[in-house]
């Protein structure tokens, strides 16, 4: 692990100003790798999922979720005006858009159903039209047989421009569970394993040491890709 850790970090070759919209080159599935050793899903890469990947690149979702106050010197997490993304149930390229608007929702637990109006974050999702977006963003799980042995994780991320074909940057991070796949108590392997990782999740000043590393995952894609793609401020 000691060894891979040398080999990690973030590298970026170059970047790109005033970036409206993304194309996600790959999607992560719905669900949480909790402790399957072998499946190459990328544990380390882990962040939200199903829509909620494509939600945390769009323009306002994390304004809905942070403090009044965030912390000095935390990412700001702009977003951009759109994202876009091959659906897998059919194939055909999507732009997606969201803001803070009132919508329904329904119920649950109560004895008749019934809805209730709320304010929320919410994404809109149209046929794409036109070529798609300059930027790409993608991801690959590039554990081996042999590190897997020793529940290591390796994880690629990358930023590319989709015209030129040439790599913006990467990021190259792994993890290991020190448990090495202990499940006792419930406890789940890879989640223990994000605070046991290279580069670190907590990289933010003043960090809450006793917050566990896979808590500290959430929008570390978005966090990286915005350092390359600074976002267009304003509409």
Same mark, same amino acid.
């Given at each position: 692990?000691? %060894?891979?850790?040398?080999? /990690?970090?973030? @590298?970026? =070759? #170059?970047?790109?100003?005033? $970036?409206?919209? +993304?194309?996600?080159?790959?999607?992560?599935?719905?669900?949480?790798?909790?402790?399957?050793?072998?499946?190459?899903?990328?544990?380390?890469?882990?962040?939200?999922?199903?829509?909620?990947?494509?939600?945390?690149?769009?323009?306002?979702?994390?304004?809905?979720?942070?403090?009044?106050?965030?912390?000095?010197?935390?990412?700001?997490?702009?977003?951009?005006?759109?994202? %876009?993304?091959?659906?897998? /149930?059919?194939? @055909?390229? =999507? #732009?997606?858009?969201?803001? $803070?608007?009132? +919508?329904?929702?329904?119920?649950?637990?109560?004895?008749?159903?019934?809805?209730?109006?709320?304010?929320?974050?919410?994404?809109?999702?149209?046929?794409?039209?036109?070529?798609?977006?300059?930027?790409?963003?993608?991801?690959?799980?590039?554990?081996?047989?042999?590190?897997?042995?020793?529940?290591?994780?390796?994880?690629?991320?990358?930023?590319?421009?989709?015209?030129?074909?040439?790599?913006?940057?990467?990021?190259?991070?792994?993890?290991?569970?020190?448990?090495?796949?202990?499940?006792?108590?419930?406890?789940?392997?890879?989640?223990?394993?994000?605070?046991?990782?290279?580069?670190?999740?907590?990289?933010?000043?003043?960090?809450?040491?006793?917050?566990?590393?896979?808590?500290?995952?959430?929008?570390?894609?978005?966090?990286?890709?915005?350092?390359?793609?600074?976002?267009?401020?304003?509409?």
């Amino acid at each position: 692990f000691q %060894e891979r850790c040398k080999t /990690a970090g973030e @590298k970026i =070759y #170059r970047t790109a100003e005033d $970036v409206e919209g +993304v194309f996600l080159m790959k999607l992560r599935p719905l669900g949480t790798n909790h402790g399957d050793q072998f499946k190459l899903d990328d544990p380390y890469g882990r962040d939200l999922d199903g829509v909620g990947y494509i939600e945390s690149f769009a323009r306002g979702s994390y304004d809905t979720m942070r403090s009044p106050n965030p912390r000095p010197g935390w990412p700001s997490r702009i977003g951009y005006l759109y994202v %876009e993304a091959i659906d897998p /149930a059919d194939g @055909k390229r =999507y #732009r997606y858009t969201g803001s $803070v608007r009132e +919508v329904e929702e329904r119920l649950s637990g109560l004895s008749g159903g019934g809805t209730v109006r709320i304010t929320k974050f919410a994404l809109d999702k149209t046929p794409a039209q036109g070529s798609q977006p300059r930027y790409g963003v993608t991801y690959e799980d590039i554990s081996t047989r042999e590190e897997r042995e020793y529940w290591i994780a390796g994880s690629s991320l990358k930023v590319i421009n989709l015209i030129t074909k040439e790599v913006m940057a990467e990021r190259i991070g792994y993890m290991m569970d020190r448990g090495q796949g202990n499940t006792s108590g419930g406890r789940s392997p890879w989640l223990f394993a994000a605070s046991s990782a290279c580069p670190d999740f907590h990289r933010f000043p003043n960090p809450v040491v006793s917050v566990p590393g896979a808590s500290a995952q959430i929008r570390q894609t978005q966090d990286f890709v915005e350092k390359v793609l600074l976002p267009k401020v304003g509409k």
